[in-house]
C-alpha cells in the first residue's frame, strides 16, 4: 500500500490517534497537512 501526502507527496506519514480514530498527517515539518485515506475503516455502519 503507497501511501503519501496529496498536497506535497512527501511520502511518509505520521499516525496520531485522535477522539474518532487515527489519523495520518504529512510527515513533513513544512506541510503537515492532515491526509485523507480513502480506504478507511470507518465505513462499518452500511447495514
Ligand atoms: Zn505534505
Known amino acids: 500500500m503507497c501511501e503519501f501526502c496529496e498536497f506535497c507527496q512527501f ?5 496520531k490517534k485522535t477522539a ?3 489519523k495520518r498527517f504529512c ?3 513544512a506541510c503537515g497537512k492532515p491526509v485523507t485515506v480513502i480506504n ?8
Not at 478507511?40 to 447495514?47: K, L, V, Y
Open 11 to 15: 511520502l511518509l506519514l505520521i499516525e
Open 20 to 22: 474518532r480514530g487515527v
Open 27 to 29: 510527515a513533513s515539518k
Open 40 to 47: 478507511g475503516p470507518e465505513d462499518e455502519t452500511s447495514a
